[in-house]
Structures are given as structure tokens and as C-alpha cells.
């Protein structure tokens, strides 16, 4: 989810599609997946409503309606980025058709939406205007960059490890204690993993950060338990998170 989130945000900072698409835009209220979208949308399955709209979008030039569609139905869904985006691709077919001024006031609702989901709320979202808002998504992009550049780093890491060689049923020597840099013993915490939840997450939520040197060290520490940085044990597991 992150991912697709950070995704819309690059599109909703990109900007626009190419004008030239407008020129040749069908009928999609006429298309038998956007009549299926509003069945959908009436017996209140609202995400089978939006994939029916998506696929007028993906199919279709100039789909404005099934783009108002999805933004309604992304906004009902809490997900605040991709209504933005829908709602402007909406505007930008159709800016001077009678329901825009209603769409600018949904992109403000979903920005809204938006600033309210952000960790630690550091401004109501009244508080803010677009070009506010502009700017912290592209603050958003150029951090969401450094992660996947660290992330990157990370993963060459892993590759150069080279894992133990499997036992041959003789009993283990006993394995030294582990101790911290400055040669104390190592101390540990207990964390159950919950639904949701991966490396990164965890590491943000005890340590407040997502490093490579903490994701590391989580691994580390449960390689009885774990595979890769990717295989999480499942709900309910206990693992041991280093202090």
C-alpha cells in the first residue's frame, strides 16, 4: 500500500497526461463495465465498483466520467492520493462542465483527507493551502527516493552474505552471547508480530526510523524464524527486537 501510495503521489506531481487524449475522448457512460461499476456501487460493493471503472479508464480515451467515478470511489475507500488524481484528470477533460466546481471542492476534501493521515498530524488541515499541500507531498517523494536508494543499498548488502553450512546432525557448538559494539551483552525485547506488519514497519515503530543498519539487525537477530528480510514469521510469532 505505501508503494502504490507514493506511486499516485509521483503522478499527481508529474502532472497531467499528454492533452492530446481529450481530443479523442469516447462515451464511457455508455460502457457496459462503468453501468456494472454503478450496480456495484448500489449494492454497496464499492471496490468492485472502482475496478469496474479502472477498466473503462485503461480501455477508453477521454473516460472523464469513469475518472469523477474513481475519484469518488478512492475517496470512499479513504485513500485519499489516487482521488486526487482522478479528480483532476476529471477537471482537466472537463473544466468548464457544470459539475467541476463540485470536483474542486472533492480534491480539497480528499487533501484534507490526506493531511489527516499523515504521522503526527503537524498541522490541521485547515491550516493549508494547495501550494502548501504541493510542497509537502514533493517533500513526501524526495523522501520516499531515499528510502528505496537505502532499501537498495541494503539489498546488495544481503546478497554478498554467505548463510551457514547446514548441520549434519552433531550437536552445535554453543553460540557465543551476543554483545554490542562497546562488548556488553546484547539486550532484547519481545515483539509479536501483528497483521500488517513487516521489517520496516516494526523498525519504525519501536525505533522511529526504517534504516538498513535496524532492518538489519531485526534479521539478524531471528534468523531462526526468517529466511530473508522478507519472510516475516507469521501472526502471533514472537521475535526478539535488539535495544
Known amino acids: 500500500m505505501v508503494r502504490a501510495a507514493f506511486v499516485f503521489m509521483v503522478l499527481l506531481l508529474v502532472g497531467c497526461e499528454d492533452g492530446s487524449r481529450a481530443d479523442s475522448r469516447t462515451l464511457d457512460v455508455e460502457d457496459e463495465d462503468f453501468r456494472q461499476g454503478q450496480n456495484f456501487y448500489k449494492s454497496g460493493e464499492v471496490r468492485k465498483a472502482l475496478e469496474c471503472y479502472l477498466k473503462v479508464i485503461d480501455k477508453r480515451k477521454g473516460a472523464a466520467e469513469s475518472n469523477l467515478e474513481a475519484g469518488r470511489m478512492y475517496l470512499e475507500l479513504e485513500d485519499p492520493l489516487p482521488a486526487i488524481y482522478h479528480f483532476n484528470q476529471y477537471i482537466r477533460m472537463k473544466p468548464t462542465s457544470e459539475q467541476s466546481n463540485l470536483v474542486r471542492q472533492l480534491i480539497k476534501t480528499a487533501e484534507k483527507q490526506f493531511m489527516q493521515k499523515l504521522p503526527g498530524r503537524p498541522m490541521e488541515p485547515d491550516a493549508l493551502g494547495g501550494s502548501d499541500l504541493n510542497a509537502k507531498l ?53 515483539y509479536k508480530v501483528a497483521k500488517g506488519d513487516n521489517l520496516s514497519s516494526i523498525a519504525r515503530k519501536i525505533y ?22 522478507n519472510s516475516l514469521p507469521k501472526i502471533g510469532t514472537v521475535i526478539l527486537l535488539p535495544e
Not at 156 to 179: F, I, S
Not at 212 to 227: E, F, G, H, Q, V
Open 208 to 229: 522511529g526510523e526504517a534504516s538498513p543498519t535496524r532492518i538489519s539487525a531485526i534479521y539478524n537477530a531471528n534468523r531462526d524464524k526468517m529466511t530473508s528480510v
Open 138 to 190: 514533493r517533500n513526501l517523494q524526495s523522501e520516499n527516493e531515499k528510502l528505496k536508494r537505502e532499501l537498495a543499498d541494503y539489498n546488495r548488502t544481503q546478497k554478498g552474505l554467505v548463510l551457514p553450512p547446514k548441520t549434519t546432525g552433531e550437536k552445535p557448538a554453543d553460540k557465543p552471547a551476543a554483545t554490542t559494539e562497546d562488548g556488553k551483552p546484547q539486550r532484547f525485547r519481545q
